[in-house]
C-alpha cells in the first residue's frame, strides 16, 4: 500500500489524484490522468486470469524461428493486424495447429497488447478449457454453480479460450460450452480460440474439431471467427532437442 501511494504521488501531472483538470470550449473539466489509466490497464491484465507462464508472450517476442514454415510468419501478420484493428474488427480468430506450434503465445500476446494499449480500458480473460470443464465438473456435487462460472467469460470484451476441444466432455458440458460460444456470438464479443483439432484431418481416424466439439458449435465458430491453421513442427520438442544434443557433445 505504502509504494503504490508513493508512486501515485510521484506523478507530475496530478500529484497522486489520478485526476487532471482540461479546458474544453472554454469549460474546465476533470479528466482521468495517463498514470491512472495505465494502473487501470494493468489491473485489467491482472484480472484477466493469464497463467504465470505465459504472462510474458508478446507478439513482438514471437519467434518465426522455422524458415521452411510460411503458417508463423502469415499467423503473426494475421494476429498483429487483429490487435492494430480493434475494436474495429467483428470477427474473433480460430488458431489451429498441433501442439508446440504458438498458438497460445499468440492467442495471449493479442490478449495483452488489447488490454494494455486499447482505450477505453478493455475486459478480457483467459480460460484453458480441460480446466474450464473440470470446474463446471466440479458443480455437479453442488459446490457452485455452472451459469457463476461461465458469467466472467461470457460478459467479458475479449475472450481466449485455449485448447478447445481437449478433454472429455460430456453431453451437459457440450450444452454449456454452446450457451458460452452461442451468447457470445449473438452478442457480437469477440473470441480468440485455439485447438490442436483441425477442420481437415490428414490422418485416418483423427478427429476433426467438429467431432470434439459438435456440429453446431463448430458452425458458431465458422461464422464468429476468421480461421488461422499453423502446420509447424513442435517448438518445444525442437528445442528441447537442440539443447540436449549440445549437451551430449
Not at 44 to 70: K, M, Q
Amino acid at each position: 500500500m505504502t509504494q503504490a501511494i508513493t508512486d501515485e504521488a510521484a506523478c507530475p501531472l496530478c500529484d497522486g489524484t489520478g485526476w487532471i483538470l482540461v479546458e474544453e470550449s472554454g469549460v474546465e473539466m476533470a479528466r482521468r490522468c495517463e498514470c491512472a489509466e495505465a494502473r487501470l490497464r494493468e489491473r485489467s491484465v491482472t484480472r484477466a486470469g493469464i497463467p504465470d507462464r505465459y504472462r510474458h508472450c508478446t507478439l513482438d517476442d514471437f519467434e518465426l524461428w522455422n524458415p521452411e514454415d510460411p503458417t508463423l510468419g502469415k499467423s503473426l501478420r494475421v494476429v498483429q493486424e487483429f490487435v492494430d484493428l480493434y475494436p474495429n474488427v467483428d470477427k474473433g480468430l480460430v488458431l489451429m495447429g498441433p501442439v508446440g506450434t504458438g498458438k497460445t503465445h499468440l492467442a495471449v500476446a493479442a490478449l495483452q497488447q488489447i488490454l494494455r494499449e486499447k482505450r477505453p480500458p478493455v475486459h478480457g480473460r483467459f480460460a484453458d478449457f480441460t480446466s474450464l470443464v473440470l470446474e463446471i465438473q466440479m458443480t455437479f456435487d453442488g459446490s457452485g454453480s455452472s451459469r457463476e462460472i461461465l458469467r466472467p467469460l461470457v460478459e467479458c470484451d475479449v475472450l481466449v479460450l485455449d485448447e478447445l476441444g481437449a478433454g472429455k466432455t460430456t453431453p451437459w458440458v457440450m450444452d454449456l460450452l454452446y450457451y458460452l460460444v452461442n451468447t457470445r456470438y449473438l452478442e457480437n464479443r469477440l473470441t480468440i480460440f485455439t485447438t490442436n483439432y483441425s477442420d481437415f484431418p490428414k490422418k485416418t481416424g483423427e478427429e476433426s474439431l467438429t467431432d470434439r466439439v459438435s456440429q453446431r458449435i463448430r458452425s458458431r465458430l465458422w461464422e464468429m471467427c476468421r480461421r488461422i491453421e499453423l502446420r509447424g513442427r513442435d517448438y518445444r520438442a525442437e528445442r528441447l532437442a537442440a539443447r540436449e544434443g549440445g549437451l551430449n557433445r
